[in-house]
C-alpha cells in the first residue's frame, strides 16, 4: 500500500473508531519506541512470558522477540490482558538454531545484544549506556538463563543488584524492572528513541484495524470506494 492509499485508508477507518480511542492511539504512540526491545529465548511458562509481554505494553515498548527452540510461546489471556493486541509480538521457530537466527537479524537492524545475567561480573543495570546505540534485552529460560549462544555472541551483560539470598528474579520481574529502569533513563536522558512518523502512521493503520468488528468487510469496501473514486 502507497503512502498515499495508507493515509486515504487511516482517514477511512476513523470513521469506525470512536473519538475517545483515537486520542488514546495518540498519546500511547507518543512515548511508544523501539529503541528497546526484548527477546524471550525458550520461556516455557506461558504465564511468564505473558507477564513480559504485558510490561513491554506498558512501558512503551512497541516489539517483543520470541525464541522458539523447545518450547512454543501460548498467549495467556488473563496474564497479558489485552497487550499482545498492541505489542508486536515476532517469533523465531523456523530454523534449526532460532536463537542465533534473532540475533543476528537484531543485529542487522542496529541492536546491541544486552543479555541479563545475575553473575557477579556483569554491568548493573543503572550503568548501562543507552546513548551507545539501540538495545535488545534478552532473558533466558526460567530455570538456566541465556544459553551459551547469547553468551557468545552477546555485547554486553547487565544485571539487577540484590543484596538478599536469592541469587535471581523471577523472569517476568526481571524484565519488568529493566524496563522500567531503562525506559525511564530514556526519556530523562533525552535520547531520540520515539517513533518516526512513518511508524506510527503504520501503527495507526493497525490499530485502527484491531479496533473494527469486521476488518475483512472494512478493507473490501474501502478498496471499491477508494477504486471507484480513482476513475473519475
Known amino acids: 500500500m502507497d503512502k498515499e492509499t495508507k493515509a486515504e485508508f487511516i482517514n477511512f477507518l476513523k ?12 498519546k500511547v504512540l507518543d512515548e511508544r519506541t523501539k529503541y528497546i526491545t526484548v527477546v524471550l529465548e525458550d520461556i516455557h511458562h506461558p504465564h511468564n512470558a505473558s507477564a513480559v509481554i504485558r510490561s513491554c505494553d506498558c512501558f512503551g515498548i ?27 509480538i515476532k517469533k523465531y521457530n523456523e530454523e534449526k538454531n532460532n536463537t542465533l537466527s534473532c540475533i543476528n537479524k537484531l543485529k542487522e ?5 544486552i543479555a541479563t545475567s545475575p553473575h557477579a561480573n556483569d554491568k548493573d ?22 544459553s551459551d549462544i547469547v553468551k557468545k555472541n552477546a ?29 525511564n533513563k530514556a526519556r530523562k536522558e533525552e535520547i531520540d528513541f520515539k ?17 473494527t468488528r469486521n476488518p475483512e468487510k472494512l478493507e473490501k469496501e474501502f478498496h471499491n470506494r477508494f477504486s471507484s473514486s480513482s476513475k473519475k
Open 195 to 211: 517513533l518516526t512518523e512513518e511508524e506510527k502512521e503504520h501503527l495507526t493503520m493497525q490499530w485502527l484495524v484491531k479496533s
Open 125 to 146: 543495570l543503572g550503568d548501562l549506556d543507552l546513548k551507545t546505540g539501540k538495545i535488545a534485552l534478552v532473558f533466558g529460560t526460567e530455570e538456566t538463563g541465556i
Open 15 to 26: 470513521e469506525y473508531v470512536q473519538n475517545e480511542r483515537q486520542e488514546k492511539f495518540k
Open 155 to 183: 555485547d554486553e551483560f547487565i544485571k539487577i543488584p540484590m543484596v538478599g539470598f536469592t541469587e535471581s528474579f523471577n523472569i517476568s520481574v526481571c524484565a519488568a524492572i529493566c524496563l522500567n529502569e531503562l525506559s
Open 62 to 88: 512497541q516489539d517483543a522477540h520470541i525464541i522458539e527452540n523447545e518450547y512454543e510461546y501460548d498467549i495467556n489471556p488473563f496474564v497479558v490482558k489485552g497487550a499482545s493486541k498492541w505489542v508486536d
Open 109 to 113: 537492524e542496529g541492536y546491541r545484544i
